[in-house]
């Protein structure tokens, strides 16, 4: 990412979807923005009114829409234009390659959304917002996104900031003016720094639930082979997505879908059937199996129902070293003597397997702030620096102005959550992941 000095320069970016489209936006932005836009889309008057679509021919061969809007009343809070196209690749090449020619430069990785933090437009956590509002592939998962984008990390941290800070000048005035207020209870001196410590609990306590909607439920289909673990997986799809046959050991890898139960993303995994094999490409098949199984949230251990429960089903169920949902397929044959019976051809069952796999979506009556890892990580290290400032607290043999210390670490720690004290290389690593255009 370029230096901070840079910023003053004029950037320019495709910010819609890349390849085929009605129509693509490229967007300039900075001080010389009106300037190259002039050069590129010569239709514009001299004096441009802001926020008004001007229609005309680019000097790309194509025609479109362009929008210019003003300086603190854009997206970057920087002077700033926008060039609709016709949205096939040579066009919007070609009008990037003019706004290069005209002065501008390639816009890097979430370098609108960089300007846009540096300008004061949005916080850090807001930033973040969009980025994972543009990789959302669930209802839920945008819905939490679009909040973060709304400002609600900052909302949520507020009332910690307020007692830790509230805290803070209980310690320090406890310190500096000792004799003229006399003594302080302990419960008194903790009052709100014990307050900011249930605030920070809470907000934790939805972590997990945070990274199951973000990550995704891992649901793998395991059992012998022939067990009906692809037709299985196929139902659930509602698509022909893996081969079925009569052939024992059809399925010698892994396939990998997903489907959204409750707005979070289920990765269901159909794996090669367990059994001892001398075939070097099932024997991979089988060891990568194991693998899922062993990272699964929830496996669904299949036999079948027709053939009934073997022996061998017993050694490969009382080896898998996770718990596991016993299926009986084939029901519209036979129901098998345990286990839920699955008939992939009537459709027996299938609304049960699908509420198994519900009960195992982690939930809760608290949605979470956020989906972003960094913020749990960072609020963990805010716990532990608060509980430290009431343990030295409770210490008499410790002074308790040494809390103030802690304190103040827990303030630069709130801060680094909204952008307001975070780190230069915390910058770098956030806004390089975001795409070219954001």
């Known amino acids: 990412m370029s230096e901070v000095g840079a910023w003053t320069e004029t950037i320019a970016a495709c910010i819609t979807a890349p390849g085929r489209g009605a129509v693509a936006i490229v967007r300039l932005s900075g001080s010389r923005s009106v300037e190259i836009a002039h050069v590129v889309a010569p239709f514009l008057p001299a004096d441009l009114q802001f926020r008004h679509a001007y229609f005309g021919d680019f000097v790309t061969g194509d025609d479109g829409l362009c929008l210019v809007f003003a300086e603190g009343a854009s997206f970057t809070g920087e002077l700033v234009v926008e060039l609709n196209c016709h ?9 990037l390659e003019a706004c290069y020619t005209a002065g501008a430069r390639p816009a890097e990785r979430g370098e609108f959304s960089l300007r846009a933090f540096l300008n004061g437009e949005i916080d850090l956590a807001e930033a973040e917002g969009i980025r994972e509002t543009v990789d959302a592939n669930t209802d839920r998962q945008f819905d939490r996104a679009n909040q973060l984008r709304a400002g609600l990390l900052a909302a949520e941290i507020a009332p910690i900031l307020e007692d830790v800070r509230h805290g803070l000048t209980t310690v320090e005035a406890l310190t500096d003016f000792s ?44 059992g012998r082979p022939n067990a009906g673990k692809s037709s299985l997986l196929n139902a659930l799809l509602k698509a022909d997505r893996a081969i079925v046959t009569p052939v024992a050991g059809t399925t010698r890898d892994t396939i990998e879908e997903q489907i959204a139960i409750d707005g979070i993303p289920v990765r269901l995994v159909d794996t090669a059937g367990l059994r001892e094999s001398v075939d070097e490409v099932e024997q991979e ?18 036999f079948d129902g027709a053939a009934g429960w073997s022996t061998e089903d017993d050694r490969i169920f009382d080896e898998l070293a996770v718990k596991a949902q016993i299926l009986s397929t084939k029901a519209d044959l036979e129901k098998g003597d345990r286990g839920l019976p699955v008939s992939v051809k009537s459709g027996d069952g299938l609304d049960q397997v699908i509420e198994i796999i519900r009960s195992h979506v982690e939930d809760s009556e608290i949605e979470p702030v956020t989906l972003v890892d960094r913020h749990y990580t960072v609020m963990r290290e805010i716990r532990d620096l608060v509980q430290e400032s ?46 070219i255009g954001k």
């Open 179 to 222: 004799e003229e207020l006399g003594d302080f209870s302990l419960e008194k001196k903790t009052e709100k720094i014990r307050s900011a410590l249930a605030r920070v609990d809470h907000f934790l306590s939805t972590e997990a639930l945070s990274r199951r909607i973000k990550q995704g439920l891992l649901v793998v289909l395991a």
């Open 285 to 302: 098949g089988i060891k990568r199996s194991e693998q899922y199984i062993s990272d699964a949230d929830l496996v669904l251990y299949l």
């Open 87 to 95: 949205g096939s690749p040579i066009s919007v090449n070609r009008l």
């Open 390 to 435: 009431i343990e030295t607290i409770e210490n008499e043999s410790v002074p308790d102005d040494l809390a103030a210390v802690t304190l103040r670490g827990a303030l630069r720690k709130l801060g680094e959550l909204t952008g307001e004290s975070a780190p230069a290389d915390v910058l770098e690593q956030i806004f390089s992941q975001f795409c």
